[in-house]
Each structure stands twice: as structure tokens, then as C-alpha cells.
């Protein structure tokens, strides 16, 4: 028994060994990282306000003071010294660090004259409101359920500081988040900007779309992606004002650009700032190194904070004015006077060192801060547990104007405009001229049939009787494919690029050919009623496969929207299921299950209707003018809506397999137009859809 107990105290004395050995090197490294030195530039008087709260504390700051230039002290300290700085000024000024962190002597007091000797008034480049036309179709397309998504997703990080695990996690969501984005723009880049560990081990991250006519002429939008606890480095710190809003705003920003296809003059760059809680150390070293290299820097855009305001608050938008560019802050002013009348903008102060902004002011770069407040109104759950989005309501309206804000930034200050991707073909157009063809696949003898509007008569044998049929325009050249689908297998005869076979599929999928990447190209897609999952191969983003449905549904996959992507949909039962590229998934109730849903888009909007034909009756809710019923056809006719006069907008039309005849009602004159073309037997090509 003796032996027994002397074996298990072995035991627990090797593991108390083994634990305070990992603990030792744990803290040791710990210790090593706050022992690093950083020359820090501070207000004087509001060191001397912390340092006396400190002392009170009878827990004094520990520094050597440098030297002080128009106010600021310039003193050495290290990294631990710096962690209890920062909630100190917290505390007493509400600021975000309000000091700056440097690694040399020299670039601190560098960093100090620049910043008084600045001109608030420099112009680099003239500033005029001239570019309505793109700007307007920018701000509809901001939403607040993607902002507020992007505030809840990173306020979910046990915190984002800049030398936590969750700091560096973050940092790779956020980039994650932006290449995803980005992904359908092949020249717009997604980067980390890497910091030396002993200055953050959380890498910043800049998005880069490069200007088309004045590239060098660089436009900056920033915000800082860490957050910080003043109750200690591991505490909880979601951060959701301070600031993943500041990041969602910047992020919705890039998507509507993004997604509208907006190209601009100048380049822009986005940028997520590391460490700016312990003195701006990201922002500091990216305008550094800009500077070095002789970046063309022409204006500087900080959203720090953006979705708080408080209930005595009457302003949308308090902006800085002192040390910030003037000339800068009248045109913002203009900005939201000219885009988003109604809001209400007024001015405040913050001081030295109060956000991301300062490093580019201190080198003579024209930089705004618009905040979401006054400071003295400023969110008093900052630096804490509670820093959630429930203080603003758990939404995200505020921050939207901020996004708004950064559009209309963007647009006038970079210039630029929408350039439409380059449109699918016209459906069932087989000729390129913008108008549908009449035209059937016959299956007894294999062969297609095509009655085009320009190019005349053309028939093609291609396929077998019992193939799906699946024209659409596969190489983008504007003129629709012949196509079939058989087991599985794609076979396709492109008007340009010839034929071939692509395998994707399986025996009993729905093929939903169309153009799920807005490459303007029709991709490869099915929908399998087996399991209900949508699988597309995309020719420019490659595979994606989605449940969304179930076995017995009708696929109706088209751009519902109007953002140049089609979504998954399906008509079950009379009820419509959307899942929108734009807004994800929503729910219609429109028609009777034995309704023949329809795919066409008969208001010219570029958005897909929702649109049923039921014995003769066409039932239609229009996406601009709501709905209308219509009776054309009767009971046996084949529903064959698409574009057959080139006026934007889908015809109402059947065809009548007893006589062969195409009944056409043109919305561009409201003429009735009948065509003699097929037999009984025939598949009209237009009801493929």
C-alpha cells in the first residue's frame, strides 16, 4: 500500500512538474512580449491626467519621458505599460487609444511635427459633385440585414485583439469575407499587410480595385478590425460598435460596388487596421511604408464607430474637425447634402491620436473621420462585455448611413462608373439580334427548327427524341445554343466555340442552364428532385452545390432580383421559394398547384416575375406594376413568353399544337401577331423553361 501512494504522489508531483514548466514558458514569453519598448506620442496633459489616476491607484505608469513638441510628450514605455495605458484614456477622454505607438525615437517626433504642421486645408484634388448618374444606382443596393450580419459575425469572436488567437482568427474571417466578395472581380486584389509579432501578430488586410484611367491616384476607406476589454488582455470583447460596424459599413460598401459592377478612375483601397486599441500600429505602418514608397495618397476616409446613437443624439453624422483636412470635411458635408438629404450633420472634436485617421494626417494626406456621435455622446459600452449590438437596438440602421456615406465617398471623390457585365444572350434569340426566334424541336425526327428574325430559316439535327432540351448562350457571344441534356451528359452546339460534351448530371436531374456567375454566360446546372440539392457548374466561379428544395418541386431558376445573377427558385404547390443572390431566401404565395409557372420578365425591369398560365389565363405579378391577369390562349396551348419584338420586355404568347400557330401579343405596339411554324408534335423551344 505504501508503494502504491508513494507511486501516485509520484504521479500528481510529475504532473504539477509538467504544468508549471508549460505555465513558466507561457508566462516568460508573456513577459518578453511586454517588455518591448515603443516610443509613445501623447497629449501631455492627458498623460499627466492618467498618470496621476495611476498613481491614486498605487499602481504608477511606468515610462521615460522623452521630450514634448506643441503639447505632445514623446516618451518610451513598453508593451505591458502600453496594455494599461489604453484603458486608462478609455476612461477619461472615451478615446480609441488617443495615443500612437512608434518603433524608433525619430519616427515619433516626426510623427508629432507632421501632425501640427499638416495644412487642414490642402486639396490634391478638386472636389465636385458630378457623377449622379452612377452614384444614385449605388445607394438602393446598401442593405442593413448584410451590415448587421457582418457586425453580429465578428462581435461572435471571443474578442478580436490584436495579440489574442480570436485577434488573428478575426483577421482571417474578415479577409475571408472580402475575397469572397471580390471573387466575381478578377482584378481586384484581397491582402494581408503583415506586421513585425512584436508589433502585431494580427495582420491588417487591404482590398485593392484599381483605378481604370488614373491608377496612381490612390483613395483610401478605413476602419480597425481589433477590440479590446479594459478588464484585462483575454476578457470578452465583441466589439459590435467598436468597431465591427466601422468594418461591416466598409464591407457593404464593397459589395455594392462589387456587385454593380462599378469601375472606378481613381483606385481604392480598403483597409481593416490591426492594433489601433495600443496605439495605431497598423494604420501607422501601412502610411508609413505608403509614404516611403511614394504613394499617391489622395484622400482618406475613417468609419471608426458607426451604429450607435444615443437617445438625446439629433445628429447622423458628427464629424472631426481638429486635426483632420477641412477642405476634406466640407466635402463629405456636400456629400450629404447632395445624396442623403434629410441627414443631419454637425462637428466634434477628439484630440490627439483619436482613430486611424491620424498617421495619414501626420504625413500630409487629406483624412476625414465622420462619427457616429459627438465624443460626449459617444457609446459608453465601448472597451467592454456589454459592447454588443442589442445597445443599438440589434440593428444596424445607423451604420448604414455610414455605408451610404462611403458610397457616395467613392463615387465623387474616385470617380468612375457602372459598367453593365456584358448581358446573357437573349433567350431563344438564335441569331443575336436581340429578339426571340420562333422556333420547336421536333422530336420524331431529331431535328430543330428555327425561324430567325434576322437570319431566316436554319434547321439543325441534333439530339434524340427523348433529350431534354436546354438552349441557352454557353459561350457569351449573344446568340442562345442548341443544346440537349441526356443522362447526365451536356451536349452542346455553340454558336461560337463549337460543340462539345460536359458530363454533370445524373439520369432523372432537372437541367436549370443559366447564368449563375453574371459572366454572361449560361452555365451547366441541375436540380436533383432525389435530394433536392442544386448543383451548378459555374464558368467563371467553378462548382457550388445547395439544397434548396424538395422531390415533386418545379425548378425556376432566373434572376428575380436584378443583379445580373440568376437564383435558385421553385414553384411548389402555388407557393413561390427564392433564395436571392441579394437577399437570400424569401416565399410567395402566387398560383395553384396545377399551374404552369412561367419564367419571363414582362415589365422590362431586368427582374424575373412571378407569373403563372392556367387554362388560357395568364396570371402575372409584376415587379414594378403588382398584378395583372389577362386571358390569351386557350385551355391546350403552350405557354411561350419571351422578347419576340426587342423591346426589353417578354411578350405574352402560346402556341397551339392542333394547328401549328403562333399566337403573339408584341408589348412594344400591343399588335397580335400570328405565325404558322411547327406541327402538333413539336416542342416549342421557349417552354423548355
Not at 477641412?326 to 466634434?348: C, E, H, K, S
Not at 456589454?386 to 440602421?397: E, F, K, R, W, Y
Request: aromatic share 10%; glycine share 8%.
Amino acid at each position: 500500500m505504501f508503494r502504491k501512494n508513494l507511486r501516485y504522489l509520484f504521479i500528481i508531483f510529475t504532473a504539477i512538474l509538467l504544468v508549471s514548466t508549460f505555465v513558466f514558458f507561457i508566462n516568460r514569453e508573456n513577459t518578453r512580449a511586454d517588455l518591448i519598448e515603443f516610443y509613445v506620442t501623447i497629449d501631455e496633459n492627458e498623460l499627466n491626467t492618467v498618470k496621476q489616476t495611476a498613481n491614486l491607484a498605487g499602481n504608477d505608469l511606468k515610462f521615460t519621458k522623452i521630450s514634448t513638441q506643441s503639447g505632445v510628450a514623446v516618451i518610451k514605455m513598453s508593451n505591458g505599460e502600453i496594455e494599461r495605458l489604453s484603458p486608462l484614456m478609455h476612461e477619461h477622454f472615451h478615446k480609441c487609444a488617443g495615443f500612437s505607438a512608434h518603433e524608433t525615437e525619430v519616427e515619433a517626433r516626426t510623427f508629432v511635427e507632421n501632425t501640427f504642421s499638416a495644412d487642414a486645408n490642402a486639396q490634391l484634388v478638386d472636389y465636385t459633385i458630378t457623377n449622379q448618374t452612377n452614384v444614385n444606382q449605388l445607394l438602393p443596393e446598401a442593405q442593413e440585414i448584410r451590415v448587421r450580419q457582418m457586425i453580429t459575425d465578428l462581435s461572435a469572436f471571443p474578442n478580436r485583439r490584436y495579440n489574442q488567437t480570436s485577434g488573428t482568427d478575426s483577421a482571417n474571417f474578415i479577409k475571408d469575407q472580402w475575397t469572397q466578395i471580390a471573387s466575381t472581380r478578377p482584378e481586384i486584389t484581397v491582402e494581408f499587410f503583415t506586421h513585425p509579432t512584436a508589433t502585431s501578430p494580427q495582420p491588417s488586410i487591404i482590398l485593392t480595385i484599381p483605378g481604370t484611367t488614373l491608377p496612381n491616384e490612390v483613395v483610401i476607406l478605413g476602419g480597425h478590425q481589433d477590440s479590446i476589454n479594459s478588464a484585462g488582455a483575454t476578457a470578452t470583447a465583441p466589439g459590435a460598435d467598436d468597431d465591427a460596424s466601422g468594418i461591416a459599413s466598409l464591407t457593404e460598401v464593397i459589395r455594392v460596388l462589387v456587385n454593380k459592377n462599378f469601375r472606378p478612375n481613381r483606385t481604392v483601397k480598403f483597409m481593416a487596421y490591426a492594433a489601433e486599441e495600443v496605439g495605431l500600429r497598423g494604420s501607422t505602418a501601412i502610411a508609413t511604408e505608403f509614404q516611403a514608397t511614394g504613394v499617391n495618397v489622395v484622400g482618406v476616409l475613417q468609419l471608426d464607430m458607426t451604429n450607435f446613437k444615443a437617445a438625446a443624439s439629433t445628429l447622423d453624422f458628427a464629424i472631426v474637425t481638429d486635426l483632420t483636412n477641412a477642405a476634406q470635411n466640407q466635402f463629405l458635408r456636400d456629400l450629404i447634402a447632395a445624396y442623403l438629404p434629410g441627414m443631419t450633420v454637425g462637428n466634434t472634436t477628439c484630440g490627439y491620436a483619436c482613430s486611424d485617421h491620424s498617421p495619414w494626417n501626420s504625413r500630409g494626406y487629406p483624412a476625414s473621420f465622420p462619427h457616429e456621435s459627438t465624443l460626449a455622446q459617444s457609446n459608453p459600452q465601448i472597451h467592454k462585455a456589454t459592447d454588443t449590438i442589442s445597445q443599438s437596438g440589434s440593428n444596424a440602421n445607423h451604420a448604414l448611413k455610414f455605408t451610404k456615406l462611403g458610397l457616395t465617398y467613392v463615387g465623387e471623390l474616385a470617380k468612375g462608373q457602372i459598367q453593365n457585365a456584358a448581358p446573357a444572350g437573349k433567350r431563344f434569340d438564335f441569331d443575336g439580334d436581340a429578339k426571340a426566334d420562333v422556333s420547336v424541336f421536333r422530336p420524331s425526327n431529331q431535328v430543330w427548327y428555327l425561324n430567325r428574325s434576322l437570319q431566316g430559316f436554319s434547321a439543325a439535327q441534333f439530339g434524340f427524341s427523348t433529350d431534354k432540351i436546354t438552349p441557352a448562350d454557353y459561350d457569351g457571344d449573344g446568340k442562345t445554343d442548341i443544346a440537349i441534356y441526356r443522362d447526365g451528359i451536356w451536349h452542346l452546339l455553340r454558336s461560337q466555340l463549337g460543340y462539345t460534351a460536359i458530363q454533370f448530371g445524373l439520369a432523372g436531374d432537372i437541367p436549370q442552364p443559366a447564368d449563375y456567375d453574371g459572366d454572361g454566360r449560361a452555365d451547366v446546372a441541375v436540380f436533383r428532385p432525389s435530394n433536392g440539392v442544386w448543383y451548378l457548374n459555374r464558368s467563371t466561379q467553378g462548382f457550388f452545390a445547395q439544397g434548396f428544395g424538395l422531390n415533386g418541386d418545379k425548378p425556376v431558376a432566373a434572376d428575380y432580383d436584378a443583379d445580373g445573377l440568376a437564383d435558385l427558385a421553385v414553384f411548389r404547390n402555388g407557393i413561390w421559394h427564392f433564395q436571392k443572390s441579394t437577399t437570400g431566401y424569401s416565399a410567395t404565395q402566387f398560383g395553384l398547384a396545377t399551374d404552369t409557372p412561367m419564367i419571363a420578365d414582362f415589365d422590362g425591369d431586368r427582374k424575373t416575375d412571378i407569373s403563372v398560365f392556367r387554362n388560357g389565363i395568364w396570371h402575372q405579378l409584376k415587379s414594378t406594376t403588382g398584378y395583372t391577369s389577362l386571358q390569351y390562349g386557350e385551355a391546350g396551348d403552350k405557354p411561350v413568353p419571351a422578347d419576340f419584338d426587342g423591346d426589353g420586355k417578354d411578350d405574352v404568347a402560346v402556341f397551339r399544337p392542333n394547328t401549328g400557330v403562333w399566337y403573339i401579343l408584341q408589348s412594344a405596339n400591343g399588335i397580335w401577331r400570328t405565325e404558322i411554324f411547327g406541327v402538333s408534335t413539336d416542342n416549342p423551344i421557349p417552354l423548355m423553361y
